[in-house]
């Protein structure tokens, strides 16, 4: 279902940026907040709010993709 709203172009950018430091779609954003005010989260939900209260530390792409490659072969061997 699609759903169009007029806000704000400042509740549009303070939006993005909330949405752009969670790492997700401005659309998956306003999905989590909507499922979290009815009360029907999911555990991926639950953990994207746990993350946005704790924070989390940033990590070099090339770095996580190397750590990653180093389990897979570990998990292989």
Do not use: H, P, Y
């Not at 169009?4 to 549009?12: C, P, R, W």
């Not at 954003?29 to 555990?43: A, P, W, Y």
């Amino acid at each position: 279902m699609r759903i169009n709203i007029n806000i704000s172009d400042e509740l549009k950018f303070q939006s993005e940026q909330k949405a752009k430091s969670l790492g997700v779609s401005l659309s998956a954003f306003i999905r989590l907040l909507l499922t979290k005010e009815t009360g029907n989260m999911s555990m991926l939900d639950q953990r994207l709010l746990e993350i946005e209260k704790q924070g989390f530390e940033k990590v070099d792409a090339q770095e996580f993709q190397s750590e990653l490659k180093k389990m897979i072969n570990n998990a292989n061997a």
